[in-house]
C-alpha cells in the first residue's frame, strides 16, 4: 500500500564544479515541482552545504519563467557551489535547518562527492526519523559517476575539448611542432579522450592520447612523441590533468599542496604539468617547438558551446528526480542515465540507490582503451558522438601541386 | 596614362600566428582573383616564406567554389604558416622562383612582421627591376597593425575571449575565490581587453584588467587583487602575456628562451606566468583559493567560435588587395581596415603604404585604459563591441531571500 503523499517544502542545491548545462537541470526540478501540489514553497540553497548550514536560501518561487529559461541556457551553478563533505557535527546543523523550514523534498545535483553529501544527509535523516525524500542529481563534465551511461556536463564539455582539438590541430599543422594540450579529469580519462573526436581528415591530431586509466611514463612518452614526430613533423597530444605513476600518484599532484574536505588534491588551475612534459621533450626528444596548453576552467563553463543532447538530458535528469521524489515509489535515490542498447542514440532517466553513486568513480572501460594505453579505440568513438553531437564542418585544400618550372 | 595592364600568375600565402578568419582572407583573394583576366595562374605557397623558398606551391586554380568555401569557414591557415623574415640570401632565392613561375602578383596575409617580410620583397623587386603586384593583407588577432582599426582575426579571437570570461566569471561567482587568466597579446593589450566584454550584470568580472601598454608592478597587482577580494569576495583578472615591468621587459620573458627571427621572444605555450601570478597571490594576500589558467593556443584558432564581422571584413581584405593590385593605381601596399565616424558601424578597406605597417606596432590609445591602468573605458567597449559582434545571452537568478524561519 502506497504511503500518504508527503506535503512539505522542497529545497535544491548544486555542488561541485560547474558544467555549462548544471542549470539546465536545477530548472528542469523547478518547474517540474511546480506541477506536484504536495511541494508547496520551492527554496534554492545558496554555495551547496554551506547555504544549508547557514540557512541562506533563496525562494525559487519567486522566479519568472522567462527568467529561469535564460538561466537555464546560462553555463555555471546559478545557486552557486561549494566543495564540502558534512561532518556529524554539520549533519545536526542540517537538520535544524531542514526541520525549520519543513523541507520534504530535498535534491543536490552534482558528482559522486555531491552523491555521497547526500547519502550522509539521508541517511542520518532516516536515522532521526525525520521523513524526508532525498535525491541526487546526476552531473559531472568527468563523466565518472557509477551506474550512468554518461552524465550531465561530460557532452557540452567534450564538445569543447573536441572543438579546441580541431582548431588546435589545424593550428599546428600550420606550425608544425609538439603540442600538448592538458585536459581535466582526476580519475577518469573520458573527457580526454573526447579530444578524439576532433580528427576529421588523415593525419589530423590528436596524434596521442594519455589517460589516468593507464600509468603514465615520462619514457615511454617521449618515445612515442618521437616517433609520431618522425613521420608527421608534428605531434598534437591529448594528455589528462589525472594521469598518473604506476604506483597510482598523480604527476601533477607533484605540484599541488591543496586537498579539500572530500580528500581530492587539487589538480587544475596550474599550467606545470603541461611545462614538465613540454621540457621533457624539450629536453630528451631535442625538439626546438614544443608548447603546451592547459584547458583548465574553460572546459566545464564556456559560454556558448553546450551540446543540445547534453542540455536536453540535463533537464531530464532534473525533473526525473522530482517525479521519482514524488511518484510513491522512491523514499531516495540518484537519477542515472542509461542508453538503450543498440544503434540509435536513446537515453532514458532510471533511479538508482545512493550508495551505488556515491564516492566511487568510474573509469573509462577497457574496450574503449588502444593496446598501447595512448590513444581510444572506435568503439570510444560511437559511444562519445552522439552525446557530444554535431561539431562545426571543417575543410581542407585539395593543395595540387603546382607544376614544377 | 596608366601603365598597361599587368599579365601574369598569382601567389599567394599565409604567415605569422594563424586566425580563426584569415581562410576568408585567401578566399576572397582567390576568388577576387578569378575575376581578373591578367591573373593567369593562381598559386598557393605552402608554409609562407619557406615554401617560395623551397618551391613548394600548389595550385589553387584546381580548388573547387563548394571547397574553398569551406576552407573559408575553417579556422587557421590553411596553405600553412611560418615566422620567417628574409634574408638578402633568401630575397636571392625567392626572386628565382618568382620569375620561374612568372609571378605578377603576390599577395601574403599577416601581422606588421609579414608586412616587413612583404615590404623586404618587394623592394628587392623594384632593386631588381622586377616588376611585380606586391600586397600586404592585413591579419593579426594582436589587432596591433598601425593604419588600421581593427585587424582580421581580432574579432573572433576576443569574441572567444570575451565568451571565455563570461562563463568564467559565472564560475568563479559560483566558487568563489581568486582566478587570473593569461590572454595572448605580445605588445599590444587590445585581445587582453576585450575580456571586458564579458561583463553583463553589475559585479561582473573580469575585475581587473592587466594590459602591456601599462607598467606591471607585482606589488600593486597584489594590493589590487586584495581591494577588489575584499569588496567581492572573489576576483577574475585579466592578464596579458606581454605585461612588462618598468624597464620594458615581459615578465613572460624570464620563462622564455626562444626567439624567432624577426626578434621577438616566445611568450605563449606555457602557463608559467599565471602560476607565477597565482603563487604571488596566494604568498602575499594569503588567498587560498587561486587558479590560473593560460587560454593559449584556442584564442585563435578554436573551431566555432567567429564573429560574423570579422568573417566578412577577413574576406573583403583579401578581395580587396587583389582589387587594388589589379585597379591599376597602385603597384604595392598594404590593405587597411577604416571605420567611418559616428554611431553606426561602417567599415572600408583601403590601401597604404607597407612601410607604414611593416615591423611597427599600435598599441592601446591611452583613452581606452582607466587612469590606474587595471581597466579599460568605455570608449573601449564601444570601440570593441561592434567588431566582436553579439555575445550569447546569459540569465541570473532573481535569487529573492527566502523568508528567515
Avoid: W
Wanted: aromatic residues 6%; contains cysteine.
Amino acid at each position: 500500500m502506497a504511503r500518504e503523499k508527503l506535503t512539505g517544502n522542497m529545497l535544491i542545491a548544486q555542488s561541485g564544479g560547474p558544467t555549462a548545462v548544471i542549470n539546465q537541470s536545477l530548472v528542469g526540478a523547478v518547474l517540474e515541482a511546480h506541477k506536484h501540489k504536495e511541494i508547496k514553497k520551492i527554496y534554492g540553497s545558496l554555495q551547496g552545504l554551506k547555504g544549508i548550514l547557514e540557512a541562506n536560501l533563496c525562494d525559487l518561487g519567486r522566479e519568472t519563467r522567462a527568467n529561469l529559461e535564460l538561466v537555464a541556457r546560462t553555463p555555471s551553478s546559478a545557486l552557486g557551489s561549494v566543495r564540502k563533505k558534512p561532518t556529524p557535527e554539520d549533519c545536526g546543523k542540517v537538520f535544524q535547518v531542514l526541520q525549520q523550514y519543513n523541507i520534504r523534498y530535498f535534491f543536490y545535483i552534482g558528482g559522486n562527492d555531491s552523491a555521497e553529501t547526500t547519502h550522509i544527509i539521508n541517511e542520518a535523516a532516516q536515522q532521526a526519523g525525520y521523513r524526508m525524500k532525498c535525491f541526487h542529481i546526476c552531473k559531472t563534465i568527468d563523466n565518472d559517476l557509477k551506474e550512468n551511461d554518461h552524465t550531465p556536463g561530460f557532452g557540452s564539455a567534450a564538445k569543447f575539448v573536441a572543438q579546441a582539438f580541431m582548431g588546435d590541430n589545424l593550428d599546428n599543422r600550420a606550425l608544425p611542432g609538439v603540442k600538448i594540450n592538458v585536459v581535466m579529469g582526476r580519475h577518469a580519462g573520458f573527457l580526454t579522450a573526447a579530444a578524439a573526436l576532433a580528427r576529421v581528415f588523415p593525419g589530423d591530431g590528436p596524434h596521442l592520447i594519455y589517460l589516468p586509466e593507464r600509468p603514465f611514463a615520462l619514457d615511454r612518452f617521449v618515445a612515442d612523441v618521437q616517433r609520431v614526430y618522425a613521420v608527421q613533423q608534428r605531434c598534437v597530444v591529448a594528455v589528462s590533468e589525472g594521469i598518473a605513476d604506476e604506483q597510482g600518484t598523480a604527476i601533477a599532484a607533484k605540484f599541488s599542496q591543496e586537498v579539500d574536505s572530500h580528500g581530492n588534491v587539487q589538480l587544475s588551475g596550474s599550467g606545470a604539468l603541461g611545462d614538465l612534459l613540454a621540457k621533457a621533450i624539450r629536453d630528451q626528444a631535442k625538439i626546438s617547438r614544443v608548447r603546451a596548453d592547459t584547458f583548465g576552467y574553460l572546459q566545464r563553463s564556456f559560454c556558448g558551446v553546450v551540446s543540445a543532447n547534453d542540455a536536453k538530458e540535463a533537464r531530464q535528469a532534473g525533473a526525473a528526480a522530482v517525479k521519482f521524489a514524488t511518484g510513491g515509489l522512491f523514499e531516495n535515490g540518484s537519477t542515472a542515465i542509461k542508453r538503450a542498447p543498440g544503434k540509435s542514440y536513446q537515453v532514458r532517466i532510471e533511479r538508482t540507490e545512493l550508495k551505488n553513486v556515491a564516492k566511487e568513480t568510474r573509469h573509462m572501460p577497457d574496450e574503449f582503451i588502444n593496446a598501447d594505453g595512448n590513444d581510444v579505440t572506435p568503439a570510444f568513438i560511437a559511444y562519445a558522438a552522439p552525446i557530444v553531437g554535431a561539431l562545426p564542418k571543417i575543410g581542407r585544400l585539395k593543395a595540387v601541386p603546382a607544376v614544377k618550372k
